[in-house]
């Protein structure tokens, strides 16, 4: 299977080959990864592949089939489960009336749902009866933030593919091919502050990464820590439960300060690279005025907000264990 468009990810690509090599594409995935860690290539190869007449290695990039799923015009490829699509009991039980409909002109009928992490219990349930016992032409390519968030008898009826952070070089590699035009500058300091996540790089040289409200709020709790003001932190926190900061939001918040918190810990080391001076001054702040249990202990509460946004916990319950958790730490 030609995945070579997709960047990195050698273990998962091998997996894959093996697999379907040995008993060919599977009817159902979880294709789990985060944000930007390219859920959607993965899938639309594997749509591809799915709908490739081509009879030769699917995909073959060259046949109508792989054409029309690459530039997401397929009719035998679904997409649900985006923005504003609830994957709610209704819309599950839609999926499968339509599943039963034979498939245009493919082989196969693929539906992609995104956002999997979100369904509900009765909308997993529903889903996992249309994988135990749907149409055998039907896949099923389930895109998720966290795999741990899907009931394991849903997950056990998949193939999980993880998607893993790339490399530097990988990610430098595959920017300097995309962004022809940027200075080598821009694509190093865009590859190295992606932690492996190229959707990261990629919005920030598009300049969607600058999330200025994100970075700001991450700077306003780490002064919070440095100046010890407790009261501060909470009430910080609970604005953005009143200001109904949504899951996004607040998951691009809790990357900007865990950001700021490495580059603290980089910088009491001694090593710090960083080529912003806003983001400099800070880490410079922070290795100052707090010491390595608090920083490590904040890196280790952000990281565990972050898994639990990919979980069905609310905005509102993430933002007030954030204030709590930080609070503690000054305690
Ligand atoms: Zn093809």
């Known amino acids: ?3 070579s468009r997709l960047v990195g990810n050698a273990p998962l690509k091998r997996q894959l080959a093996l697999e379907t090599a040995r008993r060919g594409l599977s ?3 979880i294709v789990s990864g985060p944000a930007g860690s390219g859920k959607r290539t993965l899938a639309g190869l594997l749509s591809a592949a799915l709908v490739c007449t081509g009879g030769g290695e699917a995909p073959c990039f060259a046949c109508a089939g792989c ?3 690459l530039a997401g015009i397929h009719p035998d490829v679904v997409h649900a489960g985006a923005e504003g699509d609830e994957l709610n009991v209704a819309r599950i039980r839609a999926i499968r009336n339509d599943a039963y409909i034979k498939p245009n002109e493919a082989p196969r009928k693929v539906y992609v749902l995104e956002g999997a992490q979100n369904m509900k219990e009765p909308s997993q349930n529903a889903l996992l009866k249309l994988l135990e016992d749907g149409p055998a032409y039907a896949a099923f390519l389930l895109l998720t933030e966290n795999a741990a968030a899907l009931l394991s008898t849903v997950r056990s009826r998949c193939e999980v593919l993880s998607l893993s952070p790339v490399t530097v070089q990988e990610a430098e590699q595959y920017l300097t ?4 035009d940027r200075t080598p500058a821009e694509i190093t300091a865009a590859a190295a502050r992606c ?9 920030q040289l598009e300049g969607k990464g600058g999330d200025t409200r994100a970075l700001e709020g991450a700077a306003r709790l780490l002064e919070g820590l ?3 003001d407790e009261l501060a932190i909470l009430e910080f926190c609970a604005g953005l439960e009143r200001d109904k900061w949504d899951r996004d939001a607040l998951s691009a918040l ?4 865990l950001l700021l918190i490495r580059d603290c810990l980089v910088c009491a080391a001694g090593a710090l690279h960083e080529s912003d001076p806003n983001r400099r ?3 410079r702040q922070g290795a100052k005025a707090l010491s390595p249990k608090v920083l490590t202990g904040a890196a280790a509460l952000t990281e565990q907000l972050r898994t639990a946004c990919g979980f069905y916990v609310g905005p509102g319950h993430l933002a007030g264990w954030l204030g709590a958790g930080l609070a503690k730490l000054l305690g």
């Not at 932690?195 to 919005?203: C, F, N, Q, T």
């Not at 809790?254 to 300060?257: A, G, M, S, V």
């Open 67 to 69: 054409r029309k799923a």
């Open 254 to 257: 809790l990357d900007e300060f």
């Open 195 to 203: 932690e492996g996540i190229l959707g990261r790089a990629v919005d």
């Open 27 to 29: 009817h159902a995935y």
């Open 177 to 180: 091919a995309r962004y022809p």
């Open 281 to 283: 001054a800070l880490a």
């Open 226 to 228: 440095c100046s010890r």
């Open 1 to 3: 299977m030609d995945l």
